[in-house]
């Protein structure tokens, strides 16, 4: 744990309701980065399934 100055204290102290303010919007940040990033990876996936599915119907024949 590194110190932490007079004013992060004071910030960290500071009115509940800027805290849940300031909370609510974390939340909604992670929300929006954590979807973005799950629909990036649902398509990476569907593509590479796609590939392997393709690739495993010409091995058969």
Do not use: H, K, P, W
Not at 1 to 21: K, P, V
Not at 30 to 51: D, F, K, P
């Amino acid at each position: 744990m590194r110190d932490i100055t007079e004013d992060q204290a004071r910030q960290i102290r500071g009115g509940a309701s800027l805290y849940s303010n300031s909370a609510a919007y974390t939340v909604d940040l992670v929300n929006q980065s954590i979807g973005s990033t799950l629909q990036g990876l649902m398509t990476q996936y569907q593509t590479r399934a796609v590939e392997q599915f393709r690739m495993s119907l010409g091995s058969s024949r």
